[in-house]
């Protein structure tokens, strides 16, 4: 029986408060289920190893954590310490980019116990996918400045589309679509304005669209699909975004349903060719770090999708009802969703659950 | 004693039917407040015409409205007839573009009788301004294709700024910061993953800051923002964006104030050597002209806008107290806001509330 080696990254602030709990939880559901999960520990990706090593990771890093069957990732940056053009590009977005994890996958799910910022949404109003492009488009590193520091200073900064990488990404959306009950995909555009890239990316989705007969798509601008959100959060079964447009519906969406503080993620190569990296939609919130207080959900149910892209259902489907029945109870909730429990109560309450 | 020349195109779908309302309150309002208006109709920027000329305005159309004081503008559009880059590029973005119209201006504010759907959100919590840069940013037109219909294609589209139409806007939005009680700006940015332009328009921002000392700013990411929105409407007093952070942002602000359908807007060319646009930001909704049911409060809100804008404080502001009565009452509302009224009505209420 095959035994999946992780590499657990805590990286900074709170992400080495939710970690534990996160472990706690994922070990309690893999020995009920019979998984057998081996841990591997790795300081790198922190401001502390950064301190010491003047690098956000060692040179070998791909040999370190390379081979893991996935990475299991708290969260990384400290702007007042360190920019973010070093930390998160020397490592979150290393990985998405050198491990090819060209899907960024986030539920928008209204949970039992979180009170949504929307009038009158209950669970089960609000249950979809955001899938995000995750390695080109807008975030490309392709551009520069010329005549500095005079009136004609300009910037300029290319988004770059490939059929490669919008098709791959439309497929793995289109897939996922199929496979729900809805079968319903609505793509992120804004082509009436972005008058090259965009009218691209809806030529792909059309094309690809043939593919899947079964599936219902629409798209809409991402202005008025931003709205829509708020004002139609029903609406949406799997929603699929260039980079900066799936970065942010994936804020949004969990702002929607109450918190970014609960939702997780994953960076995903489909393929297994490489490890995909699990963490929260949270950051390392360098206000809140170290007083054991932080909200461990976003990290557990992380851990959830890590153990669903394994194929391991079961046990993740255990993490996900264990967060749900965890959520119910206002004892158990951390402070920022009125609760009491602090960040150790709340793991070691969703690990009772499980 | 000076006549406003104000030129009137309804454009299409919807336009036409909201642009009748709008001009009777104008009308009123002038009157009540000694303002003296005088209209010009064009039929030009509408499918209409592109029927009859194969295009969307006039060779001339810069001489026939460019001397006017200001455009009173409907919506147009119409997709099933007329690709967008056809109509809209044909129209108004070219007006924001040879009018140098750099500011797009947008109120978010919760308005009696409009339910918000944020949950316990109450007239007066949300006021703020979205400021847009009109005029650059990722709205521009250069790129290209690459290695078509291979498995190489590709496309790309630079985002351009400069710093005359960076700190231009900046300016706009400080200053309107400053005449605030509140002296807040929060600026949209997204330097973490877009990496060359974003940290520009950062840095320029700081540089402004410098100038306006009694202004409190911000930042945050556009993805956080649009969280923020919705969870913190009452944190925001004037935001600042790009171009396409600015559309996102000024579609989702009147979402969370309840409805696209009332929100108005101003296309401003601040030194006035241009005329200005004022429009609602709904759009030409085919799906419902010709059917007398749009709700003409975004085009009327728009009227005073422009009214604002001339230098007519007293007549704008008689007008926006007339859309709050107005909306306050539950038969005076059109259908989308849960009243009866039909078009005319609803705009012959505020006419007679003015
Ligand atoms: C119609 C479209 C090009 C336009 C824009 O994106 O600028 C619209 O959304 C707006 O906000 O006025
Ligand atoms: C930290 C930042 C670069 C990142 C992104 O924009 O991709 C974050 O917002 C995310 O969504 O994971």
Redesign the pocket.
Known sequence: KKQYRIAVIPGDGIGKEVIPEGLRVLEVAAKKHGVSVHFDHFDFASWDYYEKHGEMMPEDWKAKIGKHDAIYFGAV?WPAKIP?HIS?WGS??KFRREFDQYV?LRPVRLMPGVPSPLAGRKPGDIDFWVVRE?TEGE?SSVGGRMFPDTDREFVTQQTVMTRVGVDRILKFAFDLAQSRPKKHLTSATKSNGISITMPYWDERVEAMAKKYPGVKWDKYHIDILTANFVLHPDWFDVVVGS?LFG?IL??LGPACTGTIGIAP?GNINPEGNFPSVF?P?H?SAPDIAGQGIANPIGMIWSGAMMLEHLGEKDAAQSIVGAIERTLGERTLRTRDLGGNADTVACGKAVAEMV
């Open positions: 940056g973010d998160l979150l977005i960024n995750n975030y980079n970065d994936s804020d993620s963490e939609v950051g």
